[in-house]
């Protein structure tokens, strides 16, 4: 059995990866590989790709373990959809297939593990990455997609800025935090911050992007538009619906919201148990 423990860290448009070899009674074997003017998912798929190279040229090895940090970008290799990392898995299908014909009792596994969590062997890895700077000597040429992202990056750091000092931002849009109680940053990679937690529903999706934005059917943002307007409401301490009564006080609505105000995850719940919560379905008034 080999396993293989690796990082990538990306600095001034150099990837560096690290790799650490452990086999049973052996040393173990540590490989450096640099990559210039790549992308993250890239360089990680690059760092995979070495690491699968080296693994299967070892003699009497049938067991592959591989421990990363970033699980989500060995899932492309098993994705048949197309995609912008075709190349990168192509090599290592290809790696892994010549292994697999060599003995059918050859496997490889995939581990996750988060550098938060400090494990021994991955932190010795990971600091390395991080400390390890590369000086180039020769100019290189940036390409396109790199250009892109650093654009990308750019328009989000300036939308960041203006939105924060925004008056809107505080009386409109609601901040959250993710499964591990951390604010939600605004990012475009990994599927997004926000989409992944209800891309699996279209209407759920379009009644969060309501509630987020506080642009939803109420009484609350209709008067914005229609100040002289008059509503009727059922309920004795509020004269028009507003976004925090139906999240945290409304008895019309089964308050799974209120187990955690500030997770996304329930949020997701709220609106999920409440299908005609921030909907076309219900009436203003």
Same mark, same amino acid.
């Given at each position: ?98 292994? !697999? ?124 538009? !229609? ?45 999920? !148990? ?12």
């Amino acid at each position: 059995m080999a396993i293989v423990i690796s990082d990538t860290s990306i600095k001034s448009q150099v990837a560096t990866s690290i790799t650490h070899i452990h086999i049973h009674d052996n040393p173990v074997i540590k490989t450096l590989h640099h990559v210039v003017n790549i992308t993250s998912i890239k360089a990680k798929l690059f760092a995979i790709r070495c690491d699968i190279n080296q693994a299967t040229q070892l003699a009497n090895i049938n067991y592959i373990v591989i421990i990363i940090n970033s699980i989500y970008a060995a899932k492309w290799i098993f994705d048949l959809s197309v995609h912008l990392y075709q190349i990168q898995v192509s090599i290592i299908s290809s790696e892994l297939r010549e292994f !697999f014909k060599r003995n059918h009792r050859n496997s490889i596994e995939f581990w996750d593990c988060p550098s938060c969590n400090k494990w021994t062997l991955h932190n010795i890895v990971n600091k390395k990455t991080k400390k390890y700077d590369l000086v180039l000597i020769f100019p290189y040429k940036s390409s396109w997609e790199f250009n892109r992202k650093n654009r990308y990056d750019e328009i989000l750091n300036n939308w960041k800025i203006t939105f924060q000092a925004s008056d809107d931002k505080e009386r409109y849009f609601l901040d959250f935090l993710d499964n591990n109680l951390n604010p939600i940053e605004l990012s475009y990679s990994k599927g997004g911050s926000w989409l992944k937690f209800f891309d699996h529903s279209n209407s759920l999706c379009a009644r969060a992007t309501r509630v987020i934005t506080n642009h939803a059917p109420i009484e609350e943002y209709h008067l914005k538009f !229609f100040s002289q307007e008059e509503f009727s409401y059922s309920c004795e301490q509020y004269l028009i619906k507003i976004r925090w009564y139906i999240l945290h006080e409304c008895r019309r609505f089964k308050n799974y919201w209120n187990l955690r105000q500030d997770t996304i995850a329930h949020f997701v719940l709220f609106l999920e !148990f409440n299908n005609n919560a921030f909907s076309f379905g219900e009436s203003i008034s």
